[in-house]
């Protein structure tokens, strides 16, 4: 049998469809991540939201152990959907890796390593996450890892 291309849902239900997925894929990481004791918070934003380039972004405050994740909206990627869900989980695996390094020391000179590792690390933890998945999936997560966020 071959394999099934997932029917795409019209424009106007893509926003509510990926807020859902969000909000069902924040839990799910922060419990695999033991990062339960944090209030973190998502939001999808427009690319002026976000520093050039980039496809999301964290903000935390580590007394307080809140933090807030932006993502890039469903609405601006250009992509099939479920390229655009893998993506927009990569984001949030990526933002949450770096909360689990917060307490570790951080200077200008090595992040741009950092943000190398963690997209391997994300990568990573996608591909195993999603071995049953297509081999499309699987290539959506690897070129994510390529962008900054
Ligand atoms: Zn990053």
Redesign the pocket.
Same mark, same amino acid.
């Given at each position: 049998m071959a394999p099934q291309t997932k029917p795409e849902p019209e424009l106007r239900e893509r926003g509510p469809l990926a807020d859902k997925f969000v909000r069902e894929k924040l839990p799910l990481w922060q419990s695999r991540l033991k990062l339960e004791d944090w209030k973190i918070s998502i939001l999808s934003v427009h690319p002026s939201g976000l520093r050039a380039q980039t496809m999301g972004? #964290?903000h935390w405050d580590a007394d307080k152990k809140s933090a807030v994740i932006r993502v890039l909206d469903a609405s601006d990627y250009h992509m099939p959907f479920h390229a655009t869900l893998n993506d927009m989980e990569f984001t949030i695996v990526? @933002?949450l890796i770096?909360l689990e390094l917060v307490s570790l020391p951080r200077s200008e000179a090595s992040r741009s390593d950092? @943000?190398h590792a #963690?997209n391997h690390l994300a990568d990573a933890l996608l591909q195993f996450d999603r071995r049953d998945d297509t081999l499309g999936a699987l290539k959506a997560s690897s070129s994510a890892a390529s962008h @900054?966020?």
């Open positions: 972004n #964290i990526h @933002e770096h950092e @943000e #963690i @900054e966020r």
